[in-house]
């Protein structure tokens, strides 16, 4: 019995297979770019969002940029739950700045950040960790209350569908960080002091 | 095909016409139409009209575990990537004998031909090595937070070369390749905690791979016989494999156990079945870099032996038993191995590559128990490009 043509089939598979992964290519950029409403957004694509508009409004002493001059570093801590949604980063920056999202690695001594978002840790461990990022002038943005409470400069909620955030203004001074007035207007709650007794709003 | 001893799974074909073509391309037209604010501007928004914008919210607990593939059951991804590929590349070698744990070459499987008597364990034709190698394409869609559906498509390839006693063949090859079994699937997402998640799945393998291979054996000098069971490329029958594994994680590893097994029904039509195969893993992956991740794994895999057999791989003149290669007698297919498999993971985590990865797995059987004498794998190396969309 002749050997069949495999080399047809081969092919076919192949091509079949291309085909799939363009309109799979294709499905995802239109995909991307239908997010983009300006009515509507998912949460961590709007806390990225939001993110980035904080960092534009913070003023950060020199030498937290001591290790890489030319780089804005916001790292993840945990797992990310904001996936792709940091795409629109690419080729920008922030104060100048090359703009780098990376995953947080726990104990990175050097502190080569500036923003780190932060959702899971215990408190103890937190309130630890929060002496140090304090002295590398890290500002540390949470969706977690209770990290709030414990000390965070940054909250991020969602509240009758809409994106709020809280400032704890006391922690930020401690980590040598001044916040523009334009962006504290337009926060929910801004804390004065340590207790987080609410400020104003 | 019984030394390949991990799961092949199946799908429904797809021919590649010129109506697919064109509805593709009116799909992808019509798309591009419906299109709506290119992924840049969004950056321009002003926080006014940031903190306007209604927000859809997601689930809290869920968490990016695409990670949890490592033990064959695919997992959902709560965020936008609900599209994911692998293309994937596997090599095993098979060098040498085993009969139980004792370990022949392939000279002392060779039966020396009359007037010697034939022991029942020697054979007047020998594979010495064999090349088995795989490359699939498999596609899973995220229907839901927490189930997935998965489409496996295996192309396969494989060689051995052989000695025998048969005057003009005293050394040759033959080689099989075409699609193997393709296969669908569904994986649910059972459990899922801040620490870990409990996947559940269950694949389908259609008999969409040949057990028809001919090819020029001793068997006849001037026309094409029926190949060995370890030169087709299919089961012939319909399998099911049913997984559970558990995937556990910190902010610096990542691990997991988990168990599989293939399920073969009823006979093929050429009166075999291959026999079931049981799998139990378990794996580490430091996950600390973003860049960088290594990883280990241990797999034990149980075979079982060919039920029935094919009657046109028998040669009844033979002394002894009919059987004129190891690799045609179903008794001596099935048995115990455990593989140790370390790994790396490599990814850019920027932009677009974020999620993206290629994996490059290799390693040897640190334990091997045969139904003899049957070819002994010598290692093996498996390449992965994943991508999520």
């Given at each position: ?19 799939l992964l363009f ?10 770019a ?9 949460e ?20 937290a940029?001591t290790?890489h001059?030319?780089r804005?570093?916001?790292?993840i801590a945990?797992?990310n739950p904001f996936?792709?949604?940091f ?5 920008k ?6 703009v ?6 726990g104990l ?5 950040y500036?923003?780190?978002y ?8 937190f309130?630890?960790?929060l002496?140090?990022l304090?002295?590398h002038h890290?500002?540390v ?6 990290l709030f ?6 909250y ?9 955030f ?10 040598g960080l ?12 801004v ?7 609410s400020g104003?709003? | 095909?019984a030394?390949?001893?991990f ?8 021919k ?9 391309f009116?799909v992808?037209?019509?798309h591009?139409?419906?299109?709506q604010?290119?992924?840049?501007d ?7 009209e940031?903190?306007a ?9 869920q968490?990016?575990t695409t990670?949890?593939?490592e033990?064959?059951v695919?997992v959902?991804?709560?965020l936008?990537r609900?599209?994911?590929?692998n293309?994937?590349y596997?090599?095993?070698k ?12 392939p000279q002392?499987?060779?039966?020396a031909g ?6 029942n ?9 064999i090349?088995q190698?795989?490359?699939s394409?498999?596609?899973?869609y ?15 390839h ?8 048969v005057?003009?063949f ?13 296969s669908?699937?569904v ?6 905690s ?8 269950g ?10 291979e001919q ?26 494999t049913?997984a559970i ?7 610096s ?15 093929n039509?050429?009166g ?6 049981y799998e139990?893993e ?8 973003s860049?960088v ?9 149980f075979?079982?032996q ?25 008794n001596a297919?099935?048995?115990?191995k455990i593989?140790a ?14 999620g993206?990865y ?7 059987p640190?334990y ?8 002994k794998e ?7 490009l994943?991508?999520n969309f």
């Amino acid at each position: 019995m002749p050997v069949p043509n495999k080399a047809r089939g081969v092919w076919r598979i192949l091509i079949m297979c291309a085909w799939l992964l363009f309109a799979c290519l294709f499905h995802a950029h239109t995909a991307q770019a239908a997010n983009s409403n300006p009515n509507q957004l998912e949460e961590y694509q709007a806390k990225a969002l939001l993110i980035y508009n904080i960092a534009k409004f913070v003023i950060w002493p020199e030498e937290a940029f001591t290790t890489h001059p030319n780089r804005f570093v916001i790292n993840i801590a945990g797992q990310n739950p904001f996936g792709n949604a940091f795409y629109f980063l690419d080729n920008k920056t922030i104060q100048g700045r090359d703009v780098a999202v990376e995953s947080w690695t726990g104990l990175n001594l050097a502190y080569d950040y500036q923003v780190l978002y932060i959702d899971s840790m215990g408190l103890q461990e937190f309130s630890h960790a929060l002496q140090s990022l304090q002295e590398h002038h890290v500002l540390v943005i949470t969706s977690n209350v209770d990290l709030f409470d414990a000390g965070a400069m940054v909250y991020l909620g969602v509240e009758s569908e809409n994106l709020i955030f809280r400032v704890n203004l006391a922690s930020a001074h401690k980590a040598g960080l001044e916040i523009s007035g334009n962006l504290l207007r337009h926060a929910d709650q801004v804390y004065f002091d340590s207790s987080n007794e609410s400020g104003g709003q | 095909m019984a030394p390949l001893v991990f799961s092949l799974k199946s799908l429904l074909l797809m021919k590649t016409s010129i109506v697919t073509l064109t509805a593709t391309f009116f799909v992808i037209v019509a798309h591009t139409a419906l299109a709506q604010t290119p992924p840049g501007d969004i950056a321009n928004m002003s926080l006014q009209e940031l903190l306007a914008v209604k927000i859809v919210r997601q689930q809290q607990d869920q968490r990016t575990t695409t990670e949890a593939t490592e033990s064959n059951v695919p997992v959902t991804s709560p965020l936008d990537r609900k599209f994911h590929f692998n293309f994937d590349y596997i090599y095993v070698k098979f060098d040498g004998y085993l009969n139980g744990s004792q370990e022949l070459t392939p000279q002392q499987v060779l039966w020396a031909g009359p007037p010697n008597p034939r022991p029942n364990d020697q054979y007047p034709v020998v594979p010495t090595t064999i090349e088995q190698q795989v490359l699939s394409f498999e596609l899973s869609y995220d229907i839901s937070d927490d189930v997935s559906v998965s489409l496996y498509i295996p192309y396969i390839h494989q060689s051995t070369e052989h000695i025998s006693i048969v005057p003009g063949f005293s050394d040759f090859n033959i080689t099989s390749q075409g699609l193997g079994d393709i296969s669908t699937g569904v994986s649910w997402q059972a459990i899922t905690s801040d620490s870990g998640t409990l996947l559940v799945a269950g694949d389908l393998s259609y008999p969409t791979g040949s057990i028809n291979e001919q090819g020029r054996t001793p068997r006849s000098a001037t026309m094409d016989t029926q190949l060995p069971y370890t030169m087709q490329l299919g089961s012939g029958t319909v399998d099911f494999t049913p997984a559970i594994a558990y995937v556990g994680w910190n902010d610096s590893w990542l691990w997991g156990v988990g168990a599989d097994a293939t399920i073969r029904f009823g006979e093929n039509y050429r009166g075999y079945r291959l026999g079931n195969i049981y799998e139990v893993e378990g794996w580490v992956r430091y996950v600390e870099s973003s860049w960088v991740q290594p990883s280990f794994r241990l797999t034990t895999i149980f075979w079982d032996q060919i039920h029935g057999q094919d009657s046109e791989l028998l040669a009844p003149a033979l002394p002894t038993n009919p059987y004129p290669a190891p690799v045609t007698n179903p008794n001596a297919f099935g048995g115990t191995k455990i593989l140790a498999l370390p790994g790396i993971r490599l990814s850019y985590p920027k932009g677009w590559f974020r999620g993206q990865y290629i994996e490059v797995e290799g390693g040897v059987p640190v334990y091997q128990y045969l139904n003899g004498p049957q070819p002994k794998e010598d290692w093996r190396i498996n390449v992965s490009l994943t991508l999520n969309f």
